[in-house]
């Protein structure tokens, strides 16, 4: 069954350092979205993509976090210097398009910044 | 601003019925989705509701109505797999998914 692939699954880094996260979405998927989810709370849209353009980034903070999607495929997702209030689980989704009312999830990145 | 309530906790007996509510308010609005994730998962899609009324599937419905800006999930014939957070999300304008807090279903034995 096809499925999103996110990596690593757990990242430990000190604050300051730069830390970067991969999301591969299901084949065919053009749009792809980065959330970050605190534990507890709904997730939050960081930036949605559609193929290699970004729809909305208005959440993402753009001072320290960058986001890319070069050939409309993958996508990375880089903090650039990680501060502790960064620590959350960052999932990455697919939908086929914008309009698709379903989206699949990856596993997620567990990021703890000490 | 654009929000979405719904309660944080419900607690049911494993067999019963129970209900979770989600009101919004958001600009625009293309449907409402229900999520389920496991703790330590991801969220799986459920169900969506682009017009009123209710859409079934299986143990699992869940209703819209726009009018009143609201919509439930209903979940007959509790399983203890189905504890987890469940969450309501709005697809708005620009097509994004707008979010709730969720609520955490407790079911007990």
């Known amino acids: 069954e096809a499925e999103v692939a996110q990596s690593p699954r757990y990242k430990i880094t000190e604050k300051s350092q730069a830390v970067a996260f991969w999301c591969d979405p299901i084949s065919g998927h053009a749009t792809l979205y980065w959330y970050r989810q605190i534990l507890g709370q709904g997730p939050e849209l960081l930036v949605q993509?559609?193929?290699?353009?970004?729809?909305?980034d208005s959440q993402l903070p753009k001072d320290r976090f960058s986001a890319e999607r070069l050939k409309g495929v993958d996508s990375t997702l880089k903090i650039q210097p990680a501060e502790l209030g960064d620590s959350a689980m960052y999932l990455c989704a697919s939908s086929l398009g914008q309009g698709n009312t379903e989206a699949f999830f990856g596993q997620g990145t567990r990021l703890t910044v000490v | 601003g654009q929000s979405l309530e719904q309660p944080s906790e419900v607690t049911a007996v494993e067999g019963a019925i129970v209900q979770i509510n989600c009101t919004y308010q958001t600009s625009g609005f293309y449907g409402l989705s229900w999520y389920q994730q496991h703790d330590g998962g991801a969220p799986t899609f459920l169900s969506y509701n682009a017009l009123d009324g209710l859409e079934e599937t299986g143990r699992f419905s869940s209703f819209l109505s726009r009018s009143d800006s609201y919509g439930y999930l209903l979940l007959q014939e509790l399983q203890m797999k189905d504890s987890a957070s469940y969450f309501c999300a709005v697809r708005g304008s620009n097509y994004q998914l707008i979010w709730g807090a969720g609520t955490k279903l407790i079911i007990k034995p």
């Open positions: 993509f559609q193929d290699e353009s970004v729809v909305d």
